[in-house]
């Protein structure tokens, strides 16, 4: 069963335009909401990540909203740049207290490219 | 400080043989976890350690074990290798088991 479900697959996008990604949980115990930012031929990376007591997290030009009512998560890129295309990865885990597990629950992915 | 390192980068073996994929966390983190990146799956948890002690599984088949050193550095052993065994097989490090993952490049398996 997949505990994040994240869309689009692939998503195309114009240089200068906004990149929307969204993903969806089903465990309410999930309290930490990272995205990781994959190129080919390397490991994912943190990009961003928010926790539930916040409805939205900035960081430059990437952005998280957070809908802790409907379980949602998207993450908007602005001014979406070619440098910027590559796998987005959701992901979810349970980092609250009791928990001594530190796994991470991923989406799909969704492939982004940037056209100039 | 230097990031999260796999060892070998590139691996080819075939069906029936075993393989040991090695890991070595940023420099004072105590936490590894184990993914396997496919196509078809995804990212798929394998499983996390800390301080030499397993602290969770995934839901892969006995084949796949692994251990951590005193060190914090980690070694995944996948034996009887099948075709479905090719995949990214991904480490990554943190401070402790509730803190931000640091990912490796990954250890690129194919099996024939």
């Known amino acids: 069963q997949q505990q994040v479900k994240q869309s689009p697959q692939s998503l195309i996008v114009q240089k200068g335009g906004i990149s929307i990604i969204n993903c969806a949980y089903e465990?309410?115990?999930?309290?930490?909401f990272p995205w990781y930012q994959q190129f080919p031929g390397k490991g994912p990376a943190l990009l961003i990540a928010?926790?539930?007591?916040?409805s939205e997290k900035k960081e430059g030009r990437f952005t998280i909203s957070f809908n802790k009512s409907a379980k949602q998560f998207s993450l908007h890129i602005m001014d979406s740049q070619p440098g910027d295309s590559a796998t987005y990865f959701c992901?979810?885990?349970?980092?609250?207290?009791?928990?001594?597990?530190?796994?991470?629950?991923f989406g799909r992915g969704t492939q982004l490219t940037v056209w100039p | 400080k230097a990031g999260v390192t796999q060892t070998p980068r590139y691996l080819i073996k075939t069906r029936g043989q075993q393989v040991t994929l090695s890991c070595s966390p940023i420099?004072?983190?105590?936490?590894v976890s184990w993914y396997q990146q496919t196509p078809g799956q995804g990212l798929q948890f394998l499983f996390e350690?800390?301080?030499?002690?397993?602290?969770n599984k995934g839901n892969f088949p006995g084949r796949f074990s692994g251990r951590q050193f005193s060190n914090s550095r980690s070694e995944m052993n996948v034996s009887t290798l099948e075709l479905g065994d090719s995949a990214l097989y991904l480490c990554?490090?943190?401070?402790?088991?509730?803190?931000?993952?640091?990912f490796g490049p990954g250890t690129r398996l194919l099996v024939l």
């Open positions: 990554a490090s943190s401070f402790r088991v509730q803190e931000t993952q640091y």
């Open positions: 465990n309410t115990a999930f309290d930490y």
């Open positions: 928010i926790r539930p007591d916040v």
């Open positions: 992901a979810a885990s349970k980092r609250g207290r009791g928990s001594t597990l530190g796994r991470l629950y």
């Open positions: 420099s004072g983190h105590r936490s």
């Open positions: 350690y800390f301080s030499e002690t397993q602290r």
